[in-house]
């Protein structure tokens, strides 16, 4: 009997530890040479649609404020990702960037088959901005900086990105 609670535990164990989500991080000069949009803007809407039977996706859709990369004359971007809430059904995708409307963002995209953007690096490709335009925005993900004050251990604590500093790594490559 103990040899099977023991087999169970370890599988559970082995289930629990597969169930993470990791992530080799890409440096931002790889994100801006991978993506085919980067935009910064502000997140106007979000809503789940079903694709199949069984799967959900989440459309959000970005009042672009300017673009760093890609098709300047575009003003919406729509991101499209896997997962959403529909009705009684979830379905979450770990690691996948999170979006609220209203929040400022500068999302690195690849554009797929239906012309929606899909951020590159599942979070990697997602930066919350932060501060005001008199002293300058900060950018952050969990990837690259934090934003100011937050209670993180010191030894893996960076501080934010100037969001001047975030477009010109970006930019300079394009040159």
């Given at each position: 009997?103990?040899?099977?609670?023991?087999?169970?535990?370890?599988?559970?164990?082995?289930?629990?530890?597969?169930?993470?989500?990791?992530?080799?991080?890409?440096?931002?000069?790889?994100?801006?040479?991978?993506?085919?949009?980067?935009?910064?803007?502000?997140?106007?809407?979000?809503?789940?649609?079903?694709?199949?039977?069984?799967?959900?996706?989440?459309?959000?859709?970005?009042?672009?404020?300017?673009?760093w990369?890609?098709?300047?004359?575009?003003?919406?971007?729509?991101?499209?990702?896997?997962?959403?809430?529909?009705?009684?059904?979830?379905?979450?995708?770990?690691?996948?960037?999170?979006?609220?409307?209203?929040?400022?963002?500068?999302?690195?995209?690849?554009?797929?088959?239906?012309?929606?953007?899909?951020?590159?690096?599942?979070?990697?490709?997602?930066?919350?901005?932060g501060?005001?335009?008199?002293?300058?925005?900060?950018c952050?993900?969990?990837f690259?900086?934090?934003?100011?004050?937050?209670?993180?251990?010191?030894?893996?604590?960076?501080?934010?990105?100037?969001?001047?500093l975030?477009?010109?790594?970006?930019?300079?490559?394009?040159?």
């Amino acid at each position: 009997m103990s040899l099977r609670i023991s087999i169970l535990i370890l599988g559970l164990l082995a289930s629990w530890q597969a169930m993470g989500t990791q992530m080799v991080p890409l440096s931002i000069e790889d994100l801006g040479a991978r993506a085919d949009v980067i935009a910064h803007g502000t997140v106007q809407s979000i809503s789940s649609r079903r694709l199949t039977e069984k799967t959900i996706y989440t459309c959000v859709e970005l009042k672009v404020s300017s673009i760093w990369k890609g098709d300047s004359n575009l003003r919406t971007l729509t991101i499209a990702q896997a997962g959403g809430i529909l009705g009684d059904q979830a379905q979450t995708i770990p690691g996948q960037a999170r979006f609220e409307v209203g929040e400022e963002v500068v999302v690195f995209c690849v554009i797929n088959h239906r012309g929606e953007g899909v951020v590159l690096g599942l979070t990697q490709g997602k930066f919350d901005v932060g501060g005001d335009d008199a002293i300058g925005k900060n950018c952050w993900n969990p990837f690259h900086g934090r934003p100011g004050g937050q209670t993180t251990p010191k030894a893996h604590w960076k501080p934010p990105l100037s969001m001047d500093l975030l477009r010109s790594k970006v930019t300079k490559q394009d040159r």
